[in-house]
């Protein structure tokens, strides 16, 4: 049977506010996937990976982790967030040590690791994301990409199971995204399940197996990138734009090329353009 390693069970979430920011929301995530919870601006995205491992309590509904049910006691919370790791959206949120070494050990440290293991994570997740040699850095003299590479690497050490992350490559130049993709698909590599939020369908597009759209609070699709990017009515309710292939291969169609439009790699598309050619 598949491991379902994350799931939401009829969560709901009320600000104190009274704004509802999630509704009913249902989701699962096997381990190993690479998934994409996708949305307009305010659609519930980080309130959502705020209750993933525990740092926001349900109004209703729960979330389990491994098929257990998160218990909002400390030693239990502990324990979820050894194994659920979160990336937030804005590393300021994140980084708060005067060097980032210290911020990368925090983690490992509060693990009550030994010192050795500790210097060992911290010299590892420094290399992964490639910002060995900043150690002695203020985090925030660091660039935005340079952040949220030092944010991935805390996370990182704590050796976590599930990684969330919130807007990973969002104002991040073309190699900035690239980078972060290699990280978390050589994270993956290695038996994590990824979640990511994104409204960079190209990123989505090139990185993950399955999606899910939420749109005022709640699940309106979920499917993979076949399913997900041609249904340009439920792109265009999400505020969310299809990838260029896609946009070529529905021209082309209405051009009268017989091609097919769920088609998405750049190599699918040319493909099919090149089958009309022929024929
Ligand atoms: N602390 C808060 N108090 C009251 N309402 C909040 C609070 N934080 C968020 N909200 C509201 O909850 C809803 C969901 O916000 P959330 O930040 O989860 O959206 P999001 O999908 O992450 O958006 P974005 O793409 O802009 O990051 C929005 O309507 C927002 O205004
Ligand atoms: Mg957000």
């Known amino acids: 049977m598949e491991h379902i390693h994350l799931e939401t069970k009829n969560l709901s979430f009320t600000y104190p506010d009274g704004t509802q920011a999630l509704k009913?929301?249902?989701l699962q995530i096997r381990k190993g996937e690479k998934i994409a919870i996708m949305g307009p601006n305010g659609a519930g995205k980080s309130t959502l990976f705020s209750h993933f491992n525990g740092l926001t309590e349900p109004t209703s509904g729960h979330v389990e982790v491994d098929g257990e049910k998160i218990v909002?006691?400390?030693?239990?919370?502990?324990?979820?967030?050894?194994?659920?790791?979160?990336?937030?959206?804005?590393?300021n949120d994140q980084l708060f040590a005067p060097t980032v070494k210290e911020d990368v050990a925090f983690g490992p440290m509060?693990?009550?690791?030994?010192?050795?293991?500790?210097?060992?994570?911290?010299?590892?997740?420094?290399e992964m994301v490639g910002m060995a040699g900043f150690e002695e850095k203020t985090p925030h003299h660091l660039?935005?990409?340079?952040?949220?590479?030092?944010?991935?690497a805390g996370i990182v050490a704590m050796r976590p199971e599930i990684m969330i992350l919130d807007e990973p490559t969002a104002g991040l130049d073309p190699e900035g995204v690239d980078k972060v993709l290699h990280i978390l698909n050589k994270l993956n590599d290695e038996g994590i399940s990824i979640v990511i939020s994104s409204h960079d369908i190209e990123m989505v597009?090139?990185?993950?197996?399955?999606?899910?759209?939420?749109?005022?609070?709640?699940?309106?699709?979920?499917?993979?990138?076949?399913?997900?990017?041609s249904d340009r009515e439920l792109l265009k309710k999400a505020h969310l734009k299809a990838?260029?292939?896609?946009?070529?291969?529905?021209?082309?169609?209405?051009?009268?090329m017989d091609v097919d439009t769920e088609k998405l790699s750049i190599e699918e598309t040319v493909a099919e353009i090149l089958k009309n050619k022929k024929d």
């Open 143 to 152: 660039s935005g990409g340079q952040q949220k590479r030092v944010a991935i």
């Open 243 to 256: 990838p260029v292939t896609t946009e070529i291969l529905y021209k082309l169609k209405e051009n009268g």
């Open 110 to 126: 509060n693990l009550g690791l030994e010192y050795e293991e500790v210097e060992r994570r911290i010299k590892e997740s420094l």
């Open 24 to 26: 009913n929301v249902n």
């Open 205 to 229: 597009n090139e990185f993950a197996d399955k999606i899910f759209v939420l749109y005022n609070g709640e699940i309106i699709a979920q499917g993979n990138k076949q399913q997900i990017f």
């Open 72 to 91: 909002f006691e400390r030693d239990q919370l502990l324990k979820v967030r050894q194994k659920v790791g979160i990336v937030f959206q804005d590393p």
